[in-house]
C-alpha cells in the first residue's frame, strides 16, 4: 500500500475574499468557513484567529491540533467514518499544507493544555513553528457533553479538510511516498521485522457512544486491529475526547511510524505493520486485548519484535506491559514507552508491571517536573473572558502543560534520569 | 574545611575481628585512611578528629553511636562528614551508613561513605546518602578515597551534582526529568533494533525486584470465616471524614456496615482520580459488595461479613506509601479477628 503526501508548505496564513493556496500563502474566506462549521447545528458561533510562528501569543485549552490535509478525491475519503464514507485509509495522494495547522479551543479542560508560540516554553514544542488557524467555537448552551464535544470534533476536521482543499489541482512542491509491503514481504537475513503497537483509547474513561477515534468508531467492544502504518497517517485514528497529551496533528505526523519507516528507507529494519489496541477498564478486556494484540503482531505480522505505547496513565502503562509479556511470550521482543507513574519520584514506583522479560524502557518521564516561567504575550486566544484572563496571568508553564512537549506518540524529548 | 571522619577497628588500627566489641574511641586528627582523605581533599582542608568503633560495638549500638558522633562533628564544628570507605564489610557498611545519615539529618552538614556494591549498608542508606562505589578491593582505597573528595567538595560547594555513572556514586533511586537531543520516537527504535539483533541496550528504567510474598493457607471452612471487604476505589461516606486523597493517597478509612445489606450512591462518594466513577457513585455496591456479600451470610456460604469495610485510593500511589498502608490495613483487620478478604481493586 502505497501513500503519496503532496506537500505545500505553507509560509503565511491570512483571511481574505476567497480561500485560495497562491504559492506559499493560504488566503482564507472567513465567512465561507465559518457557514461550513455553523451548518450542523451544534455551534452558536465560531470565532477564527490567525497565528505566526513565534508571535507573542498563548492559546488554549487546546481540544486537539489537526494538519490541514485533503485526499484527492478518487483516492479516498477524507477522515472515513466521520467526515467522508468508510474508504480505507492510507492510499494514493493525500495533499497536506505542511507548516500550517488548525488548532481548536475548548472552555476550560481537566488537563489546560495550551500551545505557546514564544519563549523557552514555544521552542520546546514543534507546534509553535507552525501557523495556527485557531477556531473557537461556541456550543450551543443546552447541549450534552456527547453533542458538544462531537461538534468540537466535527469543526475541527471540517476545518482543516476546508483549508487543505484550496491545494487540490496545484502542484506540490515535494511528495513523500509510504510504502511498505507488510508482513508477506521477506526481509534480507540480519535485518529485523519491525511492527508497532499503539493503543488509540482508553476505557478508564468511557468513551460517548457517538465520539469517533477509530474510522468514526468509539473503540468499546472492539477487539485490537491489524493496521497498514499508513491508515494512522491518512485519518483513520483521531484523539479521542479524554486524552493525554495525543493530538490528532501526531497521528498524521506519527513520530514513531515515521521513524521505523526511516530505517526501513535505510535498509535496516523491516516495518511489517501495526496494530492499534485499546487499555481496558475490566480484567476480562485486558486480558483480551492484551493477549490479541500480541498474537496479531506475532502471526499475522509476523514481527520480530514490536514498539509499544500506551493512551493515558495508570492501567494503559498496566495493559501496555502486559502486552508486551505475551508479545516476549510468543518470541517477539518489545520495548515500551511509559511516562513514569511515580508521584514520589522514586524509581521503584515508576512502574505499574513488573514482568523481568520487559526490560527495554523509554521513560518519558512525568512532564510536571521541568517548568518555565511563563513568556509575556501580547495576545491570549480562549474561549471565554475568564478562560483569557487566566491564560495571560499564568506565571509558570509546566512541559506538560504545553501541547507539542509531552506525549505519548513519541515526539517527545523529556528523559527521566534515576539519580 | 573542618573534616570528622568515621572509622572501624581495622582500618583505625586498633586490629582485626578479636577488636570488634571496641567501645567508640575519639581521637585528634586524621588517622589511617584519613591522612590520605586529607591530603585528597587539598589544602585547607583538616581532619580535626576520627572515631573509631568496633564492628561488633557499633550494629549492637547504633543508636548510642550515632548520637555520639552527631555530639563529636556538632562541638568540633565540623563542615563534612565521612565514613569509610568501608568495601564489603557489611557491619561496617551499615555502621558507616547509620552514622552518615544522622549527622547529615540533625546537622545539616553533607557527609559522603565509600561501600562494595554487595555491602548490606548500600540497600539500607542508598536512597538518603551519597555513597561511592568502592568495588571489593581495598587496594584502590585512593582511587575511591580521591572520588569520595571530589563529591565533597560539589556537595560543600551545593554545585550540581552530576549522574550516578558520572560521579560514581550508588543512584538513590530517585527519578529526574531532563530534556535530551533525541526525541523518545529516535529513542525507542534505536533500542528496539538493538534488542532484535541480540546487541546491547541500555533502558531508561531498571524494573524493580520484588521479594514474593508467600500466599497463607487457603481457609478451611469459608462457612466459619469472618470475611472483610477492603478496596482501593476510593469509596468513602459522603463528606470524605478521613479525607483521604484521590491521587496518591497517604491513609485509609474504616467504615462501618452492621446492619447495611445495601450501599446506597447518596451515603457514599468516590475519591480516585483513575476511572470513571459514576457507575460506582450511582452504586457502591459495585466497588464494596456489600450486597453481594450479605447474601452469601444468609445462605452461610460465608460465616460472617466483617462489620466494617476498608477503604483507600489506589491511584498512582508509591510504593513506600502502598507498603505501609498495606501493613496497617493488615494489622488492624488481623486484630479484629477477620480471617480473609476480599479485595476490589479499581
Given at each position: 500500500m502505497?501513500?503519496?503526501?503532496a506537500?505545500?508548505?505553507?509560509?503565511?496564513?491570512r483571511?481574505?475574499?476567497a480561500t485560495?493556496?497562491?504559492?506559499?500563502?493560504?488566503?482564507i474566506?472567513?465567512?465561507e468557513?465559518?457557514r461550513?462549521?455553523?451548518?450542523?447545528?451544534?455551534?452558536?458561533?465560531?470565532?477564527?484567529?490567525?497565528v505566526?510562528?513565534?508571535?507573542?501569543c498563548?492559546?488554549?485549552a487546546?481540544?486537539?491540533?489537526?494538519?490541514?490535509?485533503a485526499?484527492?478525491?478518487?483516492?479516498?475519503?477524507?477522515?472515513?467514518?466521520?467526515?467522508?464514507?468508510?474508504?480505507?485509509?492510507?492510499?494514493?495522494?493525500?495533499?497536506?499544507?505542511?507548516?500550517?495547522?488548525?488548532?481548536?479551543?475548548?472552555?476550560?479542560?481537566?488537563?489546560?493544555?495550551?500551545?505557546?508560540?514564544s519563549?523557552?516554553?514555544g521552542?520546546?514544542?514543534?507546534?509553535?513553528?507552525?501557523?495556527?488557524?485557531?477556531?473557537?467555537?461556541?456550543?450551543?448552551a443546552?447541549?450534552?457533553?456527547?453533542?458538544?464535544m462531537r461538534?468540537?470534533?466535527?469543526?475541527?476536521?471540517?476545518?482543516?479538510?476546508?483549508?487543505?482543499?484550496?491545494?487540490?489541482?496545484?502542484?506540490?512542491?515535494?511528495?513523500?511516498?509510504?510504502?511498505?509491503g507488510?508482513?508477506?514481504?521477506?526481509?534480507t537475513?540480519?535485518?529485523?521485522?519491525?511492527?508497532?503497537?499503539?493503543?488509540?483509547?482508553?476505557?478508564q474513561?468511557?468513551?460517548?457512544p457517538?465520539?469517533?477515534?477509530?474510522y468514526?468508531?468509539?473503540?468499546?467492544?472492539?477487539?485490537?486491529?491489524?493496521?497498514?502504518?499508513?491508515?494512522?497517517?491518512?485519518?483513520?485514528?483521531?484523539?479521542?475526547?479524554?486524552?493525554?497529551?495525543v493530538?490528532?496533528?501526531f497521528?498524521?505526523?506519527h513520530?514513531?511510524?515515521?521513524e521505523?519507516?526511516?530505517?526501513?528507507?535505510?535498509?535496516?529494519?523491516?516495518?511489517?505493520?501495526?496494530v492499534?489496541?485499546?487499555?481496558?477498564?475490566?480484567?476480562?478486556d485486558?486480558?483480551r486485548?492484551?493477549?490479541?494484540?500480541?498474537?496479531?503482531?506475532?502471526?499475522?505480522?509476523a514481527?520480530d519484535?514490536?514498539?509499544?505505547?500506551k493512551?493515558?496513565?495508570?492501567a494503559?502503562h498496566?495493559d501496555m506491559?502486559?502486552?508486551?509479556?505475551?508479545?516476549?511470550?510468543?518470541?517477539?521482543?518489545?520495548?515500551?514507552?511509559?511516562?513514569?507513574m511515580?508521584?514520589?519520584?522514586?524509581?521503584?514506583?515508576?512502574?505499574?508491571?513488573?514482568?523481568?522479560?520487559v526490560?527495554?524502557?523509554?521513560?518519558?518521564?512525568?512532564?510536571?517536573?521541568?517548568?518555565?516561567?511563563?513568556?509575556e504575550?501580547?495576545?491570549?486566544?480562549?474561549?471565554?473572558?475568564?478562560?483569557?484572563?487566566?491564560?495571560?496571568?499564568?506565571?509558570?508553564?509546566?512541559?506538560g502543560?504545553?501541547?507539542?512537549?509531552?506525549?505519548?506518540?513519541?515526539?517527545?524529548?523529556?528523559?527521566s534520569?534515576?539519580? | 574545611?573542618?573534616?570528622?571522619?568515621?572509622?572501624?577497628?581495622?582500618?583505625?588500627?586498633?586490629?582485626?575481628e578479636?577488636f570488634?566489641?571496641?567501645t567508640?574511641?575519639?581521637r585528634?586528627?586524621?588517622?589511617g585512611?584519613?591522612?590520605?582523605?586529607?591530603?585528597l581533599?587539598?589544602?585547607?582542608?583538616?581532619?580535626?578528629?576520627?572515631?573509631?568503633?568496633?564492628?561488633?560495638?557499633?550494629?549492637?549500638?547504633?543508636?548510642?553511636?550515632?548520637?555520639?558522633?552527631?555530639?563529636?562533628?556538632?562541638?568540633?564544628?565540623?563542615?563534612l562528614?565521612?565514613?569509610?570507605p568501608?568495601?564489603?564489610?557489611?557491619?561496617?557498611?551499615?555502621?558507616?551508613?547509620?552514622?552518615?545519615?544522622?549527622?547529615q539529618?540533625?546537622?545539616?552538614?553533607p557527609?559522603v561513605?565509600?561501600?562494595?556494591?554487595?555491602n548490606?549498608?548500600?540497600d539500607?542508606?542508598?536512597r538518603d546518602?551519597?555513597?561511592?562505589?568502592s568495588?571489593?578491593?581495598?587496594?584502590?582505597?585512593?582511587?575511591?578515597?580521591?572520588?569520595?573528595?571530589?563529591?565533597?567538595?560539589?556537595?560543600?560547594?551545593?554545585?550540581?551534582i552530576g549522574s550516578?555513572?558520572?560521579?560514581?556514586?550508588?543512584?538513590?533511586?530517585?527519578?529526574?526529568?531532563?530534556?535530551?537531543?533525541?526525541?523518545?520516537?529516535?529513542?525507542?527504535?534505536?533500542?528496539?533494533?538493538?534488542?532484535?539483533t541480540?546487541?546491547p541496550?541500555?533502558?531508561?528504567?531498571?524494573?524493580?525486584?520484588?521479594?514474593?510474598?508467600?500466599a497463607?493457607p487457603?481457609?478451611?471452612?469459608?462457612?466459619r470465616?469472618?470475611?472483610?471487604?477492603?478496596?482501593?476505589?476510593?469509596?468513602?461516606p459522603?463528606?470524605?471524614?478521613d479525607?483521604?486523597?484521590?491521587?496518591?493517597?497517604?491513609?485509609w478509612?474504616s467504615?462501618?456496615?452492621?446492619?447495611?445489606?445495601?450501599?446506597?450512591?447518596?451515603?457514599?462518594?468516590v475519591s480516585h482520580?483513575?476511572?470513571?466513577?459514576?457507575?460506582?457513585?450511582?452504586?457502591?455496591?459495585?466497588a464494596?459488595?456489600?450486597?453481594?456479600?450479605?447474601?452469601f451470610?444468609?445462605?452461610?456460604v460465608?460465616?460472617?461479613?466483617?462489620?466494617?469495610?476498608?477503604?483507600?485510593?489506589?491511584?498512582?500511589?508509591?510504593?513506600?506509601?502502598s507498603?505501609?498502608?498495606?501493613?496497617?490495613?493488615?494489622?488492624?483487620?488481623?486484630?479484629?479477628g477477620?480471617d480473609?478478604?476480599?479485595l476490589?481493586?479499581?
Open positions: 502505497r501513500l503519496t503526501l506537500i505545500h508548505p505553507i509560509e503565511e496564513l483571511f481574505g475574499e485560495r493556496l497562491d504559492g506559499t500563502t493560504l488566503a474566506d472567513q465567512e468557513l465559518r461550513l462549521l455553523l451548518a450542523d447545528g451544534g455551534l452558536e458561533s465560531v470565532d477564527l484567529e490567525v505566526r510562528p513565534g508571535e507573542r498563548r492559546f488554549g487546546v481540544f486537539d491540533v489537526v494538519e490541514p490535509r485526499k484527492e478525491p478518487a483516492d479516498g475519503a477524507d477522515f472515513p467514518g466521520i467526515l467522508g464514507p468508510l474508504r480505507l485509509a492510507g492510499r494514493g495522494t493525500t495533499h497536506v499544507l505542511r507548516g500550517a495547522a488548525v488548532s481548536v479551543i475548548q472552555d476550560g479542560s481537566a488537563f489546560g493544555r495550551v500551545i505557546e508560540m519563549g523557552a516554553a521552542e520546546a514544542s514543534p507546534y509553535s513553528r507552525l501557523h495556527h488557524l485557531v477556531v473557537v467555537p461556541h456550543p450551543r443546552s447541549l450534552p457533553r456527547r453533542a458538544l461538534a468540537l470534533r466535527v469543526a475541527s476536521l471540517k476545518a482543516a479538510v476546508y483549508l487543505a482543499k484550496a491545494a487540490l489541482g496545484q502542484e506540490a512542491s515535494t511528495y513523500e511516498v509510504y510504502e511498505c507488510g508482513p508477506a514481504e521477506s526481509a537475513p540480519g535485518v529485523p521485522r519491525l511492527a508497532y503497537i499503539g493503543q488509540i483509547h482508553s476505557f474513561m468511557v468513551a460517548e457517538d465520539e469517533p477515534i477509530f468514526g468508531s468509539n473503540t468499546i467492544g472492539m477487539a485490537p486491529a491489524a493496521l497498514h502504518p499508513n491508515e494512522w497517517l491518512d485519518g483513520a485514528i483521531v484523539s479521542s475526547y479524554f486524552n493525554l497529551g493530538e490528532t496533528y497521528y498524521q505526523n513520530p514513531i511510524i515515521n521505523l519507516y526511516r530505517w526501513q528507507e535505510e535498509g535496516k529494519v523491516l516495518l511489517t505493520g501495526t492499534a489496541t485499546m487499555a481496558a477498564s475490566d480484567n476480562r485486558r486480558e486485548n492484551s493477549m490479541i494484540a500480541a498474537a496479531l503482531a506475532k502471526w499475522n505480522l514481527a519484535a514490536v514498539v509499544l505505547t493512551y493515558g496513565g495508570g494503559p498496566a506491559g502486559l502486552t508486551a509479556r505475551y508479545c516476549e511470550e510468543l518470541g517477539i521482543r518489545t520495548v515500551v514507552q511509559v511516562s513514569d511515580s508521584t514520589d519520584r522514586s524509581a521503584e514506583s515508576a512502574l505499574l508491571f513488573n514482568y523481568p522479560e526490560d527495554a524502557i523509554v521513560n518519558v518521564g512525568r512532564g510536571d517536573t521541568l517548568q518555565w516561567v511563563a513568556p504575550v501580547e495576545r491570549v486566544i480562549a474561549a471565554s473572558a475568564g478562560a483569557a484572563a487566566s491564560l495571560a496571568s499564568l506565571e509558570r508553564l509546566t512541559a502543560s504545553v501541547c507539542g512537549v509531552t506525549g505519548q506518540q513519541g515526539l517527545s524529548r523529556l528523559r534520569f534515576v539519580y | 574545611m573542618r573534616v570528622v571522619h568515621y572509622l572501624n577497628q581495622f582500618f583505625g588500627g586498633l586490629g582485626a578479636e570488634a566489641g571496641a567508640p574511641e575519639v585528634e586528627g586524621a588517622v585512611p584519613g591522612r590520605l582523605l586529607e591530603q581533599l587539598g589544602e585547607g582542608a583538616k581532619v580535626v578528629k576520627t572515631v573509631v568503633a568496633g564492628d561488633n560495638y557499633a550494629v549492637e549500638n547504633l543508636d548510642a553511636l550515632a548520637a555520639l558522633v552527631v555530639k563529636e562533628v556538632r562541638e568540633a564544628g565540623g563542615d562528614f565521612v565514613a569509610g568501608c568495601f564489603q564489610a557489611g557491619r561496617y557498611g551499615v555502621a558507616a551508613g547509620a552514622v552518615c545519615a544522622a549527622v539529618r540533625e546537622l545539616g552538614i557527609a561513605t565509600g561501600m562494595g556494591l554487595e548490606p549498608g548500600v539500607l542508606y542508598r546518602l551519597y555513597i561511592v562505589d568495588g571489593g578491593s581495598v587496594a584502590a582505597m585512593r582511587e575511591v578515597l580521591s572520588r569520595m573528595a571530589a563529591l565533597a567538595h560539589k556537595l560543600l560547594s551545593k554545585q550540581e550516578p555513572a558520572e560521579e560514581g556514586y550508588f543512584a538513590h533511586g530517585l527519578l529526574r526529568d531532563a530534556f535530551v537531543d533525541k526525541t523518545a520516537a529516535e529513542r525507542l527504535v534505536e533500542m528496539v533494533y538493538a534488542k532484535a541480540g546487541a541496550y541500555e533502558s531508561e528504567l531498571t524494573p524493580t525486584v520484588f521479594p514474593a510474598i508467600p497463607p487457603p481457609i478451611a471452612d469459608l462457612s470465616a469472618r470475611i472483610a471487604i477492603v478496596t482501593d476505589t476510593g469509596v468513602v459522603k463528606g470524605n471524614p479525607k483521604i486523597a484521590p491521587i496518591a493517597a497517604t491513609n478509612g467504615y462501618d456496615i452492621s446492619g447495611v445489606d445495601d450501599l446506597r450512591g447518596e451515603d457514599f462518594e482520580r483513575g476511572y470513571d466513577t459514576r457507575y460506582v457513585t450511582e452504586d457502591p455496591d459495585r464494596v459488595p456489600v450486597d453481594a456479600l450479605r447474601e451470610e444468609k445462605q452461610g460465608i460465616g460472617k461479613l466483617h462489620d466494617r469495610f476498608v477503604s483507600t485510593s489506589g491511584m498512582v500511589n508509591p510504593l513506600a506509601n507498603r505501609r498502608l498495606g501493613r496497617e490495613i493488615a494489622q488492624r483487620l488481623k486484630e479484629e477477620v480473609a478478604v476480599v476490589v481493586s479499581a
